[in-house]
């Protein structure tokens, strides 16, 4: 099993300039997360999922969009980078939100210029 | 608001001590908590989890604890080795249902000294 894998591994992006962070889980999880981590603060939650075709936001959502459409994919999108998306996404998986735990991929560095 | 603190921010220690970990939170209704490690450019590795009716986890060289009515837990590491050095993470899920956002401290710098 890879467990939990996110493409890519790093990025430059301008200002203003659009992508698609993928994450994948080959551990039928049900629930998945998107997460930032910048230093001084800890991990932020993005937005998550409960299952195929259903997202929702955590604590940090604007500038960004996900998708679900394959329960094990969960993508992140940034429409109109801006500097302060600079930052290390992590992506996680739990096989039921509340009593299992999280496991987390590599994560993708991201720079907004 | 859940804040959740690690002290010290940075710990240095000889190979084969046992030490202790700190991570405090502020609102005591939690439904887990759990403790990750992070190698340097690396993701989390769940170590343990703790769920609220529970007072301890053990697993190999690791024991964490919780004290939910003071807000405390902590992560016994017995017989360090350098393969322990790492940054280290608590984070804590809210007891409210549907609520899916976990709670992380900044973590504590974990140096074994060989």
């Known amino acids: 099993n890879a467990g939990v894998t996110q493409t890519p591994k790093f990025r430059v992006l301008k200002t203003g300039q659009s992508m698609t962070l993928l994450c994948a889980q080959d551990?039928?999880?049900?629930?998945m997360y998107w997460y930032r981590q910048d230093p001084g603060m800890g991990l932020r939650l993005i937005h998550y999922s409960v299952g195929e075709g259903t997202t929702a936001k955590g604590e940090v959502p604007d500038g960004y969009n996900v998708s679900r459409l394959k329960k094990q994919n969960f993508l992140l999108g940034l429409e109109s980078a801006a500097p302060s998306q600079t930052s290390v996404y992590f992506c996680?998986?739990?096989?039921?939100?509340?009593?299992?735990?999280?496991?987390f991929g590599p994560g993708t560095r991201l720079t907004v210029l | 608001k859940q804040e959740v603190t690690q002290i010290p921010a940075a710990l240095s220690v000889p190979e084969g001590e046992n030490l202790v970990l700190n991570c405090s939170f502020t609102d005591s209704a939690i439904y887990n908590l759990q403790w990750f490690r992070q190698d340097p450019g690396k993701g989390l590795t769940s170590l343990l989890l703790i769920q609220s009716s529970q007072r301890e986890q053990t697993s190999g060289r690791l024991n964490a604890s919780l004290d939910k009515s003071s807000g405390r837990s902590t992560l016994y590491i017995a017989a360090s080795q350098p393969g322990d050095s790492a940054t280290y993470l608590c984070?804590?899920?809210?007891?409210?249902?549907?609520?899916?956002?976990?709670?992380f401290g900044t973590g504590t710098r974990l140096t074994i000294i060989p």
């Open positions: 551990m039928n999880h049900e629930y």
């Open positions: 996680a998986s739990s096989p039921e939100g509340r009593t299992n735990e999280q496991f």
């Open positions: 984070a804590v899920r809210p007891n409210n249902f549907g609520n899916e956002k976990l709670t």
